[in-house]
């Protein structure tokens, strides 16, 4: 039996062994990579990550970090008091004003975090978020698409290269793979939230800062 994929280069070469398409080979790094964009948007344990960055008083905008793809919560700590702050369209944000004091409502624009009210003392900000995962380029690059989300990256890239081959539509069984792998994956997120197990691969990612811009 083959083992789980454990790298960028792993992955590429079961692919070509799968396919038995000499004439793809030079497409498979563009259609893993490729797959990976497409999912990575969903949330997953292993695509969750956490952020914090201190409040400065007088200061509304801080910036996202580096590797947001989608923010899902936002909280303020102040005092030992924890707030989960209502998420705002820009336009509703920046209608509402430039008063002053705790923020109760904020918005993601520009790739920056706007807090209203402006903040008028210290604080500490925390963000759950989706992030994007390292970047692959050599063969002995990995991340967590390539342990846990192996099936579902690496059946996409292959329904991807059989589509683009001109020799008609991938076998329908893969299309089937690829349903059963995105449910399995988000059922298992599912439960580990409902059980309370914490967010993200140990492996892989922790607990991060992001830098503060001035609004």
Do not use: C
């Amino acid at each position: 039996a083959i083992s789980r994929m454990s790298t960028y280069g792993t992955m590429q070469r079961r692919i070509a062994m799968e396919i038995g398409r000499d004439d793809l080979l030079a497409r498979i790094p563009d259609a893993i990579q490729s797959a990976m964009r497409a999912f990575e948007s969903e949330r997953f344990w292993f695509t969750e990550g956490e952020a914090t960055t201190p409040v400065i008083s007088g200061q509304a905008a801080y910036a996202a970090p580096a590797d947001l793809v989608e923010p899902l919560i936002l909280t303020l700590t102040s005092g030992g008091a924890r707030n989960i702050l209502q998420r705002r369209t820009w336009d509703w944000l920046r209608d509402a004003g430039a008063s002053s004091g705790a923020p109760s409502y904020w918005a993601h624009f520009a790739d920056q975090l706007w807090l209203a009210p402006t903040p008028n003392a210290a604080a500490t900000l925390t963000l759950s978020y989706i992030k994007r995962l390292a970047t692959l380029s050599a063969d002995t690059d990995a991340n967590a698409w390539m342990t846990h989300g192996e099936e579902l990256i690496r059946t996409r890239a292959k329904i991807d290269l059989l589509s683009q081959s001109g020799r008609g539509e991938p076998p329908g069984v893969l299309i089937v793979m690829l349903d059963r792998a995105l449910r399995d994956l988000t059922a298992k997120s599912g439960r580990r939230r409902e059980t309370g197990r914490l967010v993200g691969d140990p492996a892989l990612s922790g607990v991060a800062g992001f830098n503060i811009n001035a609004g």
